[in-house]
């Protein structure tokens, strides 16, 4: 069976942004779609969100990942760990380092971008010219420049779903134009 897991970032929830029309938008064509609330949400460490998907997820060679801010920093820890390539990855605001090693630190875990490009048939960057995190096209160009694939940049659009900078994106029909379902 097709599926997709979709990832928040920290802080959020599933239920809020743009995550719901995306899961429904997979639902209606079909895809098992598990968009699960992310254990410590607000202080994220790769070790915690790592084991849970493992633990949890089901990831074959026809499925699909997303991710935003941090969920897409999942999505490259993920894609490290596993044996076969994914059909798809596309990362939202997503920048090039990994999840924090410790949640109580700064330190990032390394990623092994030789190994990360095999495990994804297709990756889709998607950052804003202006994102006031930080999850930019700079970032996206430098995902792009390790990985290949596309990266889109949405002229002035933030960080694509934050209560901070009032960006509600409860849809996102660019994300889903560039699905590959």
Known sequence: MKNALVFHGTGDTPDRYWFPFVRDFLERRGYEVWLPALPNAATPNVRDWLSFVLERGHVTSDTLLIGHSAGSQLILNLLETL??????????????????????????????????????????FINSDNDPWGCDDRQGRLMLERLGGILVIPHGEGHMGSTSFSQPYTEFPLLTRLLDV
């Open 83 to 124: 044996s076969e390539p994914v059909r798809q990855a596309v990362l939202v605001s997503g920048y090039a380092r990994g999840l924090r090693k410790n949640a109580q630190t700064e330190e990032y875990a390394p990623l092994n971008w030789e190994t990360i490009k095999t495990r994804a048939d297709q990756f889709v």
